[in-house]
């Protein structure tokens, strides 16, 4: 449980941490409130002190001290969380570990790269493209690779590359006592004992730290080409979709925007399309399978009445198409000015999307609510970003019930509550209603590795009643 | 800890069992024998009894009952396994989930289906045909899916489609008390909570009894062509993998034969190809693509002195040249007649393939051990099965202490224990030494599951001390 709060640097645990990692303690008000949220709508408060980490050793020793005083910890990545993963609560200490910056390994034979928590997806790519390498997957944020990794995070590239938990090969995690320990190995597989570092992806810092990241490789495609497509129905958008996977396209990315969004991109870049339902698309390979590929998707495109916006194979132009679709959420904010969103995510099996996408409009256009919704389609996954007046209860009220309504629509059809923003605060009550009888397997796990609570607590499952 | 050996009726667990699942429960001596051990050379004893489980709630009575009275339980797939890992000890039960053969699901369009623990992946994949699609991961044996799952395996296609691990997305599992609960979900992917799938994949029997499994299909590849190569040494062989896999060559199996193996399937099914080093390589997609990845290897290939011995695009062809690879393990025992087999395997980066390989067969050469060597070398595991005779204690030490130089070298250079095997009782000594202080982490999940130690004691990790 928080404890009382306090900046008083007498509270023994920030007196021993102190001594232990001098001026790596921080306790200005503003650095605390700045670290204390992510980017979502979630609640915080500003937590006892800072701790930036700048080695897994320093992580273990803010852990172990922490661990002795039951002093509860929230580890810190980028902060581009939607789902109050790293939001913090009085008497929390933040470790931050954005200054974890060291990439240790580039294995470009082996396919592997070992990087440190805090280094940004952006840093990585950058320091691969000269062994013609990158890592493909995650979000469109720039992010860091700890806070991708804990989150289970992915985004536009999944239906082809998968998400983190596909991409992540070993871990380096702290765990509640402090203890180091390494997960995984940098094997292409491995059957050897229970699967550690698949728990602890995904697992937002509630059982351990995630301190180093060892992260699946791809080559760098020798081609691709992008294509920007307007449909004349969601429906019709999203059962293109569907023919495209049954002909087993290989679609690198496919992006639904609906009209809303588009509209918001115009005003908000400059971003030019038809203001209708529209598809991203984009295939990657060679230059022949490329052609021929993107050749058969127009094929059936032309059955659903949809028509080609824009194409194209250069790499700067299709840079700007990904980044318009990457400053979606920004755009939706900016299209009401003064407003915040509720951004949240489901994923459904992908025969179930239409139905739910249309039902979910339909919910919306009754509750007089104003959300863009944007879909990473190919994966059955998408969001919704419901646009509030900041300071109206009642709005929030109606918008955190369509949010729940939106839940309840996809475990009916067979779906998740998250696909893939995570549990964090905002979606800890959907827990007992997706897992049932195996929540109570997962409240064991931690209990098992976290016996005092102290680890991210009151996220992915609530906090124990005390 | 086992209990003592017994077939009497009146033990109470037995009693209760016969009570609840009446002819379900199997005390014939030869049953049980034939039911206490799986393909391995590791030790057995046959168990109290056999229960012949026919659905979820079946496993459930029965691990409700066993719990009760702290009666281990050995869960039994297809017996298939290479480790040991459905051994059962004095004492025991046997958990025979063979009989569980009902595909619940087959959802085309989401690319899933949905089959009890006992389904084989040949029955899985004949239903599978007519719409389309495969289940494309698992060993060249057949095997059943809760099997397959339960000791996370793969084979021959893991390169291209991969393991158990990126190839099961839900599960049903009974846990030691007989609460029955479910895990996943049947959506692509979900950032829902702590990743209970890939804790039970490979956990072989020792957290829960996985009674359903949902796996991830594909659309069965419009074209495929197979070739045969025969190199003038392992390096070159090993060195033409490593070339292909830098060039993203999307090579769906690349399969290495050594020259006792080809020897050995010459002599056993009458397999005919160049008594050298070879490659079996397959690739996959649509026919122009499949020509032109082949065309491409082919030119790496002259580079390495390799030459085609046969390519095919024939389908009966292409099965036939599968068929002998999958013959490796018992083309090799009949080698060397009334030998058994010590069958292993390892896992390193590919980078390390070359340099494990070759100072594996100095090793073995300097031992005067005959072992045939196949490997699965996109992934970079490989398998020997060391031929010895039953009943020469000092060849058997001799090739254990071989075994451990093995997964010494392995764990030398980056690799894992046990690429695809498992643990069962064969690595258990090895855990220690992979996974030092993480160990102590599967132990804690163990006992946190499993307080009583009852779900299959002594595999994966070694008993406690009592």
């Not at 294509?227 to 429906?235: C, D, I, K, N, T």
């Not at 127009?298 to 659903?304: I, N, R, S």
């Amino acid at each position: 449980m928080p404890h009382s709060a306090t900046t008083d640097h007498s509270a023994p645990v920030l007196e021993e941490l102190i001594a232990a990692l001098g001026e790596k303690i921080i306790t200005e008000p503003e650095l605390l409130s700045s670290n204390a949220h992510d980017r979502s709508y979630h609640r915080w408060e500003s937590p006892l002190s800072l701790v930036q980490a700048t080695s897994t050793d320093d992580v273990s020793t803010a852990l172990r001290i922490c661990h002795k005083h039951q002093t509860p910890v929230v580890p810190r990545g980028s902060g581009t969380g939607l789902e109050g993963g790293a939001n913090t609560s009085t008497g929390s200490i933040c470790l931050d570990l954005s200054r974890m910056t060291k990439i240790t390994t580039i294995a470009a034979d082996d396919l592997y790269a070992t990087a440190e928590a805090g280094v940004m997806k952006s840093q990585l790519n950058a320091a691969l493209k000269n062994h013609g390498l990158h890592f493909a997957a995650g979000p469109g944020v720039d992010a860091s690779v700890g806070g991708m990794a804990a989150t289970s995070a992915s985004g536009t590239t999944a239906v082809h590359y998968g998400t983190l938990k596909e991409n992540t090969l070993a871990l380096t995690v702290v765990l509640a006592d402090g203890t180091v320990i390494t997960t995984g190995s940098t094997t292409k597989k491995s059957s050897s004992g229970y699967d550690l570092t698949h728990l602890f992806v995904g697992s937002e810092g509630t059982l351990g730290v995630i301190t180093e990241v060892t992260l699946r490789l791809h080559p760098l495609p020798k081609a691709a080409k992008v294509g920007v497509w307007s449909l004349p129905s969601l429906e019709a958008a999203v059962q293109l979709v569907l023919a495209s996977l049954r002909a087993s396209l290989p679609l690198a990315r496919v992006e639904l925007l609906d009209e809303i969004t588009i509209e918001a991109l115009q005003k908000y870049n400059g971003y030019t399309a038809a203001v209708t339902e529209t598809l991203m698309i984009e295939f990657v390979g060679n230059a022949p399978e490329v052609q021929t590929n993107y050749a058969q998707f127009a094929e059936l495109a032309a059955a659903y009445d949809a028509a080609e916006y824009a194409a194209t194979t250069d790499p700067a132009e299709s840079a700007r198409i990904w980044q318009a679709r990457h400053d979606a959420l920004p755009a939706a904010v900016a299209l009401v000015p003064g407003s915040r969103p509720l951004a949240t995510d489901v994923c459904v099996p992908v025969s179930q999307l239409p139905r739910c996408i249309l039902d979910t409009k339909a919910d919306l256009e009754a509750t007089g609510l104003l959300a863009p919704i944007v879909g990473h389609v190919g994966d059955g996954n998408f969001h919704l970003a419901i646009l509030l007046p900041p300071d109206d209860p009642a709005a929030w009220t109606k918008a955190t019930q369509l949010s729940q309504r939106l839940v309840d629509r996809a475990l009916a059809c067979g779906g998740t509550c998250t696909g893939e923003h995570g549990v964090g605060i905002g979606k800890v009550a959907s827990m007992a209603q997706e897992h049932a009888s195996a929540l109570a397997v997962m409240r064991a796990i931690k209990d098992s590795l976290d016996p005092s609570g102290i680890m991210n607590p009151g996220k992915v499952l609530a906090a124990p009643v005390s």
